[in-house]
């Protein structure tokens, strides 16, 4: 099991911004090693117990958090399943990659580029994106297109907030977004599984729908890097591959952007992706999902639960053709 920090519980005060939460983990892991080290006293304590005693660094609690609306009453998953059970092809294509493959991906310094159809340009540190805006839990039912879901208290912020910022054009229909290209540190990218770099899109009025959160953590800490550290997209009534990881660029722009999966297999995925219990998978039924820890399945509401909040945006559109 793993045991939170001291370091995190010691973070309470809403002034703290993320960049010294940041700074403050960076400090711990320091200090971390050298106190494993000079209390490794032979004969009290192995080697092994001190590693054993020594708590992962990586959780840290984020500052500041608030609860944020929409949340779902249903149970959310153990973070053990959250963060063992992954798809990220950067790091493979098998669920349990990740998280062994992605332990030492580097998610600081990161910058994101914001341009196309807007009137403020530029490239942003991760810290300063996130910084003017307070953080949200959001707890969501996530589906993923493979039939199996979950439900996650997600942190992060309304993307609608940040894209505003950058004053959106009226040339922008769609939002384009991409992940890191970094074949080095994400091995998968040495593999043609995928065309790289993960490439996502999303209509303007999805985009900035108050679900659609940017994610920088879950269970109220920082994000584990299998979940798509330090920034990732959560549209939680779309099938799960619509929310790409790791965003290193976004892009307003007037034409539907490419998207990964479409890619692939167009006959497949579809731009909208939205989930929908009356649309199969051509090689399977989405009618039903498997909540990761239990053993009946169970029905898929429409829009993955989320009908009244989003149905409007596809009124009059044939869900079986945009599907
Ligand atoms: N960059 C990138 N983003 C990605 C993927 C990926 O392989 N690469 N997989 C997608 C798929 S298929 C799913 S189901 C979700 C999984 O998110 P999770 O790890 O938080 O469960 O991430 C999506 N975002
Ligand atoms: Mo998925």
């Known amino acids: 099991m793993l045991i939170k920090t001291r370091k995190s519980s010691d973070v309470q005060s809403s002034e703290i911004t993320l960049k010294s939460v940041f700074l403050e983990r960076r400090k711990f892991m320091k200090t971390a090693a050298v106190a494993g080290a000079s209390i490794a006293v032979p004969g009290l304590l192995t080697p092994q117990s001190v590693f054993a005693a020594k708590p992962d660094p990586k959780r840290v609690?984020?500052?500041?958090?608030?609860?944020?609306?929409?949340?779902?009453?249903?149970?959310?998953?153990?973070?053990?399943?959250?963060?063992?059970?992954?798809?990220?092809y950067e790091f493979g294509t098998g669920k349990r990659d990740p998280k062994r493959r992605a332990k030492k991906f580097k998610t600081q310094p990161w910058t994101v580029k914001i341009e196309g159809d807007v009137g403020k340009p530029g490239a942003i540190g991760f810290e300063d994106l996130i910084k003017p805006h307070k953080l949200e839990e959001r707890v969501y039912r996530f589906r993923c297109v493979e039939a199996w879901s979950m439900v996650v208290p997600w942190v992060g912020i309304p993307l609608a907030d940040v894209l505003k910022r950058f004053e959106p054009t009226g040339n922008a229909k769609f939002v384009a977004f991409e992940t890191l290209h970094d074949p080095k540190q994400m091995p998968g990218q040495k593999r043609?599984?995928?065309?790289?770099?993960?490439?996502?899109?999303?209509?303007?009025?999805?985009?900035?729908?108050?679900?659609?959160?940017?994610?920088?953590?879950?269970?109220?800490?920082?994000?584990?890097?299998?979940?798509?550290?330090?920034?990732?997209?959560?549209?939680?009534?779309?099938?799960?591959?619509?929310?790409?990881?790791?965003?290193?660029?976004?892009?307003?722009?007037?034409?539907?952007?490419?998207?990964?999966?479409?890619?692939?297999?167009?006959?497949?995925?579809?731009?909208?992706s939205n989930v929908n219990p009356e649309v199969n998978h051509p090689r399977w039924s989405q009618s039903k999902e498997r909540r990761l820890g239990k053993f009946l399945k169970q029905k898929t509401p429409m829009l993955n639960g989320y009908a009244d909040e989003v149905a409007s945006l596809y009124a009059g559109m044939d869900m079986k053709k945009n599907f």
Do not use: C
């Open 192 to 272: 043609n599984s995928l065309d790289w770099p993960y490439v996502e899109g999303l209509r303007m009025d999805e985009a900035m729908h108050p679900l659609t959160l940017l994610a920088v953590g879950l269970y109220g800490e920082v994000m584990p890097n299998q979940n798509g550290a330090p920034i990732r997209l959560i549209v939680p009534w779309k099938y799960g591959f619509k929310s790409i990881k790791s965003i290193v660029k976004i892009k307003l722009q007037e034409k539907m952007p490419p998207t990964s999966w479409n890619q692939q297999a167009p006959r497949e995925y579809g731009f909208y």
């Open 61 to 88: 609690k984020l500052p500041g958090v608030i609860k944020g609306p929409f949340s779902t009453k249903e149970a959310p998953n153990s973070y053990d399943d959250i963060t063992s059970y992954n798809n990220f």
